[in-house]
């Protein structure tokens, strides 16, 4: 169960570009900031798995340890992101953002 | 060869259930498509041999943050449509955007040809053995900061989440 052989770096270049982009079409279109979350996640992951695709190729481990910690800040941020998200429900009773403008100007 | 057929298999199985992540109206099935995601990106550690991440990944994203989402879906009862979705145009510009950042993404990295591996089949960096003992030898410090972030976002959330106003 080794891809390193047969599978070029550029597949791995590819597949996380089109799932970032993915992440990002997600930001963009959508209006529930649950699923403007989700979104994020999807992004930080794309980017977790090329790090990681890169220390395996390139033989370091500090890229893998690297993509350890990000997980550890994207858990803390999911915590906190809903935590906020359930606060803004409460008070608002949606999490529609194109009601959350207060702070635009 | 195998490999690349199960490199193929979980690159589409990711690339679909992403797609389907946006398509899809109600947020319920939002959430449980980004499991898929997350679990065809889990195949993709395998397939690298870092097992370490690999478990990580299953325990933290598919365990632990899915429950999370899920839970917040289900506690604020947000199972429902979008009341008023945004208009086309949108919805357009936002796709012609998305695609156009792709197309300039993979037009960067088509060319990107650069032999990195120097011995493919001596790869056990992703083991737990070797990722434990950097991690402890020489990432001390910031591993003792990540618990102190840990413990600082426990004690937010909780005071976000609580009752009476602060």
């Given at each position: 169960m080794n891809a390193l052989n047969s599978i070029p770096i550029s597949y791995y270049l590819m597949f996380c570009s089109v799932l970032f982009c993915i992440g990002v079409t997600g930001v963009l279109i959508k209006r529930n900031a649950l699923v403007i979350l989700m979104s994020i996640e999807l992004m930080i992951n794309s980017i977790n798995l090329l790090l990681a695709a890169f220390s395996a190729y390139s033989n370091d481990p500090a890229g893998q340890i690297f993509v350890f910690f990000i997980m550890v800040v994207a858990a803390a941020e999911v915590a906190i992101g809903l935590a906020i998200i359930v606060l803004i429900y409460k008070t608002t009773h949606s999490i529609d953002i194109d009601i959350l403008n207060k702070l635009k100007w | 060869m195998f490999t690349n057929y199960i490199f193929y298999f979980l690159s589409a199985l990711a690339l679909y259930s992403g797609v389907m992540m946006l398509l899809s109206k109600k947020p319920i099935h939002s959430v449980l498509f980004l499991t898929l995601?997350?679990?065809?990106?889990?195949?993709?550690?395998?397939?690298?041999?870092?097992?370490?991440?690999?478990?990580?990944?299953?325990?933290?994203?598919?365990?632990?943050?899915?429950?999370?989402?899920?839970?917040?879906?289900?506690?604020?009862?947000?199972?429902?449509?979008?009341?008023?979705?945004?208009?086309?145009?949108?919805?357009?510009?936002?796709?012609?955007?998305?695609?156009?950042?792709?197309?300039?993404?993979?037009?960067?990295?088509?060319?990107?040809?650069?032999?990195?591996?120097?011995?493919?089949?001596?790869?056990?960096?992703?083991?737990?053995?070797?990722?434990?003992?950097?991690?402890?030898?020489?990432?001390?410090?910031?591993?003792?900061?990540?618990?102190?972030?840990?413990?600082?976002?426990?004690?937010?959330?909780?005071?976000?989440?609580?009752?009476?106003?602060?």
């Open positions: - | 995601t997350f679990f065809a990106i889990g195949g993709h550690y395998i397939l690298l041999n870092a097992q370490f991440l690999a478990i990580v990944h299953i325990i933290v994203y598919a365990g632990a943050i899915m429950v999370l989402f899920l839970f917040t879906v289900m506690l604020l009862n947000l199972n429902k449509d979008e009341r008023s979705p945004k208009p086309v145009w949108v919805k357009g510009a936002a796709i012609i955007a998305g695609a156009m950042l792709g197309m300039v993404l993979i037009g960067v990295f088509r060319g990107y040809d650069l032999h990195l591996v120097q011995h493919p089949m001596e790869s056990q960096i992703g083991l737990v053995k070797e990722l434990g003992r950097i991690l402890y030898r020489d990432y001390m410090l910031p591993f003792e900061i990540s618990s102190i972030l840990f413990l600082t976002a426990m004690v937010g959330a909780v005071l976000l989440g609580k009752k009476e106003q602060i």
